[in-house]
């Protein structure tokens, strides 16, 4: 069993909550502390209540656990982070910048940043996007991770620390609810379809965007901090991807599973959001490097959602 201690920032989020159970289960119960805003824990872990805002009380937690690793996951995504983008700054990159501080200075040895395909702006190649890509980003949350990325690269160049990062696609998972970001149609949309039979969706029919099953996601992001750091070559994010769909191809796969679903499309400002970003990925560099490969497949991971979310349901 490791005995290296890990904190996880951000425990209740989308990601985060799925992380801790694994990271538990893989390292032990002992050396996973889950960190997030309420006093109260929602997770069967060690916890800390943590504002990422407030660096003391983020160092008092880092010393007090003699943590190791940190799976930095608190952030506003990118709708919410729309409607506060200063705050949105902030947490996503402010607080980010001082636990790399913290980091330097207390011994912890890796940091891991989640970094997305909100980095992509309009002059991207939206087609198979290669790592190597212009990143102007839209949004204040792409701004963020793009500075995120820089100053992962420069505190590895500069520092030494091992800061390790990918570019999320959207996450698709039945253990949360959607948590504000705007590929969270594609989670939403299970539940209107088990709940209601018919959803409202916020883009239009043709949206392309690149997508993941949590389950890929999480095993991705594991494998990257247990990889030998000299197969590592990407030092500010690799690009990540599993497939691609648009709103109206998954409404067609969730349909053969459930034939009185409908749809009506009634695009908001998410749109503007969702167009702005790359429609499909080129994460070779991630399958070279560390060995990448998804398992969950658009059809594979439709069915195991409805599965999960009727017995979830069904308690």
Known sequence: MASKKILVTGAFGQIGTVLVETLINKYGYDNV???????????????????????????????????????HMAALLSAVGESKPLYCWD???????????LAKSTGVEKVFFPSSIAV?????????????????????????????????????????????????????????????GTTDYAVDIFHQAILKGHFDCFLSENTRLPMMYMEDAIRATIELMEAPAEKLTVRYSYNLSAFDFTPQEIYNEIKKHIPEFTIEYQPDFRQAIADSWTKSIDDSKARED?????????????????IQLKQKYSK
């Open 290 to 306: 560390w060995g990448w490969k998804p398992e969950f497949s658009l059809e594979s991971m439709v069915e195991d959602m409805i």
């Open 120 to 180: 992509f702006g309009p002059s991207t190649p939206q087609f198979n996007t290669p790592q190597e890509s212009p990143l102007v980003p839209s949004t204040v949350y792409g701004v963020s991770k793009v500075a995120g990325e820089l100053w992962s690269n420069y505190y590895y160049m500069k520092y030494g620390l091992d800061v390790r990062s990918v570019r999320y696609p959207g996450i698709i998972g039945y253990q949360t609810m959607p948590g504000g």
């Open 33 to 71: 502390v889950a960190s997030d805003l309420a006093p109260e824990n929602k997770l069967d872990s060690l916890y800390e209540p943590l504002n990422i805002l407030d660096s003391a009380r983020f160092k008092e937690v880092i010393v007090k656990h003699d943590i190791r690793e940190i799976y």
């Open 91 to 101: 947490v996503n990159f402010g607080a980010f910048l001082a636990l790399l501080e």
